[in-house]
């Protein structure tokens, strides 16, 4: 196999050619279009929209009654895992448990300038949606991704959607890791209309308070849609690597890593090498030749380094970080001596996940090293962060005055009152300072 592979020499005037290719996944009008039809569907149809829906996008031909997984075969299906598998679901939700109850939110109480007490108490959701991508590539670690952070926060109820295969079935793999994380409310449903069900319920399931999970872009579009009668999570496209790669790098671990990525299957990946002057462009070029043909999604995986795959000469470190901290990639390998690790770690802000060393390949983030693998795409990393236990709560703040620091409040209350032409706001204020 020959691939004709390219890079660009990095210069200022890049950014825009590089932004483009970027976002070049972003939504476009039709979708928006089909996703408010189908969720329209949802909303007055219901459960006959979801059944019609599934047969007509994912082939299945199912009756109402049977878009719930019953109990019974979630449990078979962890009856059946072999234990091999069972212990590297049970290692992964172990550390994704350690990792996400380090960052565990916890009420506070203090008092302010007036002597007041103030505080915040925070509250787990109380019913969640889980979108899971299933079909040819069932995310199992998806599964663990998100149910666990829900299970850590103390949700009570989640309610966990995933297409079916043609044949009405799930994934025995996907609904052991459910099973393992005591999660039995499982429906066989996918795509926006999924989306549109969590948000406003059907006479099936019921509606959730947040829907969380990736999706391809008619998952996200609903979940913009449904925005508002339900809150989402962040919205994670199409999955992306960058590997920053310095003469200290393997030529055939750089081209596994972005090998890895395009294998997700979407057809919409972006893979971004970044490397300096010592690098040999061509080794890497080999070693991508060599590995996809060995893989069992080698068409799909050949398809996106043809579209989806973009490289970078840099001349030096400072344009290595300004053309990382632009793109924002969901994933960032870092393949760089011992040296430059700190420093670019330290300049390097925009990244989802960082994944540090020549040995920390990004599929220990995607399956078992404890943070969420659910992370911002399409540049969103710059303004938004990977799934956290913060996601699965809600805050409410805490104010209690009594007459004392009523009182020493009273006065700048009350111009606020006055410079914002609200007399009934002072009112209850002062009405509060008179004695009887």
């Known amino acids: 196999m020959k691939l004709e592979l390219e890079y ?4 200022p005037s890049l950014l825009e050619e590089i932004e483009k290719f970027a976002t070049s996944t972003n939504v476009d009008a039709s979708i928006a279009s089909t996703v408010s039809e189908i969720l329209q569907d949802v909303k007055i149809h219901g459960d006959q929209a979801l059944v019609e829906r599934t047969l007509l996008y994912d082939k299945a031909n199912l009756n109402k009654s049977e878009l719930r997984v019953p109990s019974y075969q979630i449990e078979q299906a962890s009856s059946s895992l072999s234990s091999a598998h069972k212990h590297a679901i049970e290692d992964a939700i172990e550390n994704v448990t350690l990792f996400h109850q380090q960052n565990l939110p916890q009420n506070w109480q203090s008092k302010n300038s007036h002597g007041a007490n103030i505080g915040e108490n925070y509250y787990p959701i109380s019913r969640v949606g889980l979108y899971v991508p299933g079909g040819n590539v069932p995310l199992v670690s998806t599964v663990i991704m998100t149910a666990t952070l829900a299970k850590v926060a103390g949700v009570n109820h989640i309610a966990v959607t995933t297409p079916p295969n043609p044949d009405g079935t799930i994934s025995p793999e996907l609904l052991a890791a459910l099973g393992i994380l005591k999660v039995d409310e499982v429906y066989k449903v996918g795509g926006a209309q999924a989306i549109g069900a969590l948000g406003y319920g059907t006479e099936s399931i019921q509606s959730v308070d947040k ?21 989402v999570d962040l919205l994670p496209g199409p999955s992306e690597v960058m590997v920053i790669a310095d003469e200290t790098a393997e030529p055939a671990y750089i081209a596994a890593a972005l090998i890895a990525q395009a294998e997700h299957g979407s057809g919409k990946e972006k893979i971004y090498l970044i490397f300096t002057k010592e690098v040999n462009f061509e080794n890497i070029v080999s070693e991508i030749e060599d590995q996809i043909p060995k893989l069992s999604h080698s068409e799909s995986i050949l398809n996106i380094f043809q579209k989806g795959f973009l490289a970078i000469l840099s001349e030096d470190l400072e344009d290595v970080v300004r053309v990382a901290n632009f793109i924002a990639p969901e ?49 969103s990393s710059r303004f938004s962060s ?29 111009l606020f009152s006055d410079m914002e032409k609200l007399d009934g706001h002072g009112n209850s204020i002062s009405i509060r300072l008179k004695k009887d």
């Open 8 to 11: 660009k020499i990095f210069t």
């Open 211 to 231: 829907i969380f999970g990736p999706g391809n872009a008619f998952v996200n579009e609903a979940k913009k849609q449904v925005f508002g009668t339900a809150g």
């Open 331 to 379: 994933h960032l390998e870092l393949q760089v001596k011992d040296e430059s690790l700190g420093y670019l770690q330290k300049e390097i802000n925009t990244a989802g996940a960082l994944l540090l060393g020549h040995y920390s390949a990004t599929a220990l983030g995607d399956f078992v090293a404890g943070p969420s693998h659910v992370l911002p795409t399409g540049r």
């Open 386 to 414: 990977g799934l956290r236990i913060e996601d699965f709560f809600r805050r409410t703040s805490i104010i209690q005055y009594d007459e004392a620091s009523l009182q020493k409040a009273s006065q700048s209350a009350l």
